[in-house]
Each structure stands twice: as C-alpha cells, then as structure tokens.
C-alpha cells in the first residue's frame, strides 16, 4: 500500500511540474511579444498648412512583416496635394518581423483645403482597418 501511496503521488508531483513549465513557458512568450509604445514615434499633424510646390512629410509606424501598411483612402477626391516620395525605413535590420516606418512626402499642386485620410490595414482585407489618421491640408 505505501509503494502505490508513493507511486501515486510521484506521477502527481511530475504532472505539476510540467504544468508550471507550462504555464511559465507560456507567460514569457505573451510577455515578450507585448507592444513597446516607446517607440511610437510618428510625426502627424493634424493641420498642415504649404504653399503651392510646398511640401510636408508624414513619418508613420508600420510594420511590413505583418502585412498591414498605410493606405491612402480618398486620394481621388483630394486635389490640393499629391505625394511625391514614398519610403519604407526599418528601425532595426537585424530585428526579424521588426517595426519600421512609412516615409510619406506630399507636395501642394493647387490652392485650397483638403482632407487626406490614411488607414493601417491590410490591402487584402477590407475590414481589417486598425488605425487611421485624418491631415488637413491648406495649400496657399
């Protein structure tokens, strides 16, 4: 009875030490894979304001890895302003599946007031918008 007693609670003891391996394991990686807000760091306006043959640039977060980029949603109905640049910039090279940044250059070609409207989604899918950003442009 005390060997069964025994053999018993080895299994249990062996069964609880894989489960907090587990569960462990499985806490690092959620917390490892939480998003650095720090490193946020686009540079919109809400307003801008050029003249003819101005121009402005839209430095936004993104991350290619993911299949999410910034879209331009309304550019056929916006006259005042074209872009004229695009770049996409890594942070870190040697960072897989890192987070890097869209570099948009707009350039005003009429006087008037306009709304460009951006969404962070993925081009295949439309109801995967997660972000969105409204400029309004005046070109003098």
Do not use: H
């Not at 490193?39 to 801008?48: G, Q, R, S």
């Not at 890594?90 to 460009?116: H, L, Q, S, Y």
């Not at 109801?127 to 969105?132: G, H, K, M, P, W």
Request: net charge positive.
């Amino acid at each position: 009875m005390t060997l069964i007693f025994f053999i018993t609670n080895k299994n249990k003891i062996k069964n609880m030490l894989k489960l907090s391996i587990y569960v462990t394991t499985a806490l690092f990686i959620f917390a490892s894979c939480k998003k650095d807000d720090k490193n946020n760091t686009d540079t919109v306006k809400a307003n801008y304001e050029i003249a003819v043959n101005g121009n402005f640039q839209l430095s936004l977060t993104s991350n290619g890895s993911t299949g999410y980029s910034w879209t331009w949603i309304n550019k056929q109905v916006v006259t005042t302003v074209d872009t004229f640049d695009f770049k996409y910039i890594i942070d870190d090279p040697a960072k897989v599946g890192g987070d890097g940044k869209e570099i948009w250059n707009f350039k005003g070609i009429k006087a008037g007031v306009d709304t460009i409207k951006l969404e962070y989604k993925r081009s295949w899918d439309a109801n995967s918008t997660i972000d969105s950003k409204k400029i309004v442009v005046k070109v003098k």
